[in-house]
Every structure is written in structure tokens, then in C-alpha cells.
């Protein structure tokens, strides 16, 4: 294993550490319980938003903290789900008197721990919650770590867009029903042509031969639907444009597209991908309004991407074209 980190069981603690020094005065962390969140934090008025997950899925997602998008992010051992500690910390956090919105990827511990803070918010008299899962996985119904489908791509443009509702001033029940409309109208599917290595383990998490890829493949590399021998990238596509579009009827509406990484994957071939999915969608009479092609949820060090489609309206357009302003994603700002 050759990565660059100091302590394998520290990987997370020094990586906040990163974090807080890369982005003076934007960003802070409280190190106690592993929350980033913006240093303006809370910010009076405005519906606080926070998620997060296992840490390995950089810029997921502390990376996406920052005005137009999330108030804060818990931090989790690598693929491991946040404490209800921390989800509580970062609550308290952001909580700017217009309630808190937990945005909660498909998975049982992620659940589980958000519940249980949201629980303990309200015993102690703190602010209204709301939550919204996202579960956009097409790939399998129940996989090692849910019950259901997982929340993969769609978390990043829950993110942005209920981010951007919030920032305009909008209570917290218009902004947890703009949430939960995006999350329902994504779907995502991914490919995996190695496996990734996780630090504290020391070896890839699963074999995959040279010669073959594992098609629906998971964030954590969780096993999906199946192998095959490794295709062309255009063969890839198909194996990701399929299964998205039979799942979600996206004609006649607008689509924002994700073409996300994995984490070893250059831009070079992303681009290679996105074109061949672009004459896919194009063939099926999908529009394709907004486009985001790059490393945005990624699984460490695994070769590999992930196609989300979203069905969106001139409302989720325009939300999504608001000013953002964090690491991870940036525009109108």
C-alpha cells in the first residue's frame, strides 16, 4: 500500500486537520467531534443543512460546505457512518433559529445515527428537523449496507439545490420538499474497474481481475449486479445509460447529467465517457440541460464512475444555477 498519510487509524483526524488550513476563514472544524462547517456558521434566519457519511468520498462531503450548499458535514471513520454525537454537534452548530435539514445517504447506520440525533435534538428542546434520504441506486434493491436502494450521485444535487432554497431565505419545510423532490427524481448507476484500498485494511477491498469490471458497483465497493470482461467505453456506457433510463422515464423534461469519478479515474477518460453517454441520451430523446463531469463522490482510490441522471424543471434549473461557493463545487460566486 503506498498512500500519503502519516498513521493508518489517523487518516481522518489528520485530513481534517488539511482541511481547516486549506480554507482559512471559510471553513472550521470542530476536531472534538469531527464536524466541518462554514466559519460563519450558524447563520441567522437561514435553514442550516447538514449531512454526512463515511469519510474516503471526498469531496463528499465536506467539500461541500460553504455558502449555497451545505452548513456542515460530519466526518465519519472511512466508509463508516457518523456517531449521532456528531450529527448532533453539527446540528447545534448551523441551527440559526429557522430549523435543520438532514440530508442522509441509503444507508442502515447513516440512518439509524441521524434518527437518533434528531431524537436527542428534540428531548433537549432544540431546533425543528427535518430529514431526507436519498436513495438513487439503480443498480441493486438491497445491497451489504441497506435496506433498499443506496444514496449514491443524487446526494451531491440534493445538496446543491436545497442549498441553494435555503440561501434564498426559504423555511424549512419548502426546503426539505424541494430535497425530497430531487432525491426522488435522480437515479445513478456506477462501474468499478478495480477495487479501492482502504488505509486501515492495508489491501483492496475486493478481487477484481485485470481483465474484467463489476458493473453497479457501490461507494463502499460493494458487490453489484454483475461481472463482465472489460468492455470499451462505449460498451460502459450502455451498461450505465440503460439501466438509468429504463428505471426513470426523463423524455421531454430537462436533465442534469453527473459523470462523477471514483477517485482514480483521470478527466481524460471521464470526458471519453461522458461523450459516449451523451450520444446515448441523445439517441432516447433526453435533453441534457446542465452537465457536471468530474470527481464529486468518490470511493478512495477505485478506478471507476457513476452516471446520475436528474428530471428536472425551470425551478430545479435555476436552483442549480445559483451562486456556490465551496472546495468541492463553485460558480456565480
Not at 132 to 143: F, H, I
Not at 185 to 190: A, K, L, N, V
Not at 257 to 285: F, I, K, S
Amino acid at each position: 500500500m503506498k498512500k500519503l498519510i502519516n498513521d493508518p487509524d489517523q487518516v481522518v483526524a489528520d485530513a481534517l486537520v488539511g482541511i481547516e488550513a486549506a480554507y482559512p476563514g471559510r471553513l472550521a472544524v470542530d476536531h472534538a467531534h469531527r464536524v466541518v462547517h462554514r466559519a460563519d456558521a450558524p447563520v441567522r434566519g437561514k435553514v442550516g443543512l447538514v449531512s454526512g457519511g463515511g469519510s474516503g468520498h471526498e469531496p463528499l462531503h465536506a467539500g461541500f460546505v460553504g455558502p449555497g450548499m451545505l452548513d456542515a458535514a460530519c466526518a465519519g471513520e472511512v466508509f463508516t457512518s457518523p456517531t449521532p454525537d456528531q450529527v448532533l454537534a453539527a446540528s447545534r452548530i448551523v441551527d440559526g433559529g429557522a430549523g435543520v435539514l438532514h440530508i442522509v445517504k441509503n444507508y442502515t447506520g447513516d440512518i439509524m445515527n441521524f434518527e437518533m440525533a434528531a431524537e436527542l435534538l428534540g428531548a433537549e428542546g432544540g431546533p425543528p428537523v427535518a430529514s431526507v434520504v436519498t436513495a438513487d441506486d439503480v443498480a441493486v434493491q438491497d445491497s451489504l449496507y441497506t435496506a433498499g436502494r443506496r444514496g449514491v450521485g443524487v446526494t451531491v444535487l440534493v445538496e446543491k439545490i436545497a442549498g441553494a432554497a435555503a440561501a434564498q431565505g426559504r423555511g424549512l419545510a419548502d426546503v426539505a420538499a424541494v430535497a425530497a423532490r430531487v432525491a426522488d427524481s435522480g437515479r445513478s448507476m456506477g462501474v468499478a474497474l478495480t477495487s479501492c484500498t482502504v488505509p486501515s485494511a492495508g489491501r483492496p477491498t475486493f478481487d477484481l481481475p485485470e481483465d474484467e469490471m463489476e458493473i453497479g458497483i457501490g461507494i463502499h465497493g460493494e458487490p453489484g449486479r454483475f461481472r463482465r470482461p472489460l468492455g470499451s467505453a462505449a460498451e460502459i456506457a450502455e451498461q450505465l445509460v440503460v439501466p438509468v433510463t429504463d428505471d426513470l422515464d426523463l423524455t421531454g423534461a430537462p436533465v442534469i447529467a453527473l459523470l462523477n469519478g471514483m477517485g482514480a479515474t483521470p478527466l481524460l477518460e471521464l470526458y471519453v465517457m461522458y461523450g459516449e453517454v451523451a450520444r446515448l441520451l441523445e439517441a432516447r430523446g433526453v435533453g441534457v440541460a446542465r452537465t457536471l463531469v468530474g470527481n464529486y463522490i468518490t470511493s478512495l482510490d477505485m478506478a471507476g464512475c457513476s452516471l446520475t441522471l436528474l428530471r428536472a424543471d425551470d425551478e430545479l434549473l435555476g436552483l442549480w444555477d445559483a451562486p456556490v461557493d465551496t472546495p468541492g463545487l463553485r460558480w456565480g460566486a
